[in-house]
């Protein structure tokens, strides 16, 4: 069993830059595929990106390479997610996930686990 817990939401303008962290708990939160979800008002949960156990390996989003990036603390059981450059289309609730592994169409991934979200809100 993995715990999951997100921070660093919040309020930011347009343009601003914000990073949500997500620790994990649990036997073997340090060995499991850990990524980000993220729905937005009246539409579906998506996927954005995702990491390997170690961090040699990253899966993106298409539409959100070069904003948006992942990295992970494994000494610190945590995985970041960078957002720069933020839109008003960014606003939603972000969920961290992990699972033991990621299939090879990163988008058609469907974890075990899940956080409880955390709302970001981009204004102009």
């Known amino acids: 069993q993995v715990q999951l817990v997100e921070s660093g939401g919040g309020l930011v303008q347009a343009g601003d830059s914000l990073r949500l962290s997500c620790a994990a708990s649990g036997r073997t939160a340090s060995s499991i595929v850990m990524g980000w979800f993220r729905q937005a008002p009246g539409k579906e949960r998506e996927f954005l990106l995702a990491i390997s156990w170690n961090g040699s390996r990253t899966y993106y989003a298409g539409s959100l390479k070069g904003r948006f990036t992942i990295s992970r603390d494994n000494a610190k059981n945590t995985v970041y997610l960078q957002m720069n450059s933020l839109k008003q289309e960014d606003t939603a609730v972000y969920y961290c996930?992990?699972?033991?592994?990621?299939?090879?169409?990163?988008?058609?991934?469907?974890?075990?686990?899940w956080g409880q979200g955390t709302q970001v809100t981009v204004s102009s």
């Open positions: 996930a992990a699972d033991p592994g990621i299939p090879k169409s990163a988008t058609m991934w469907a974890p075990d686990y």
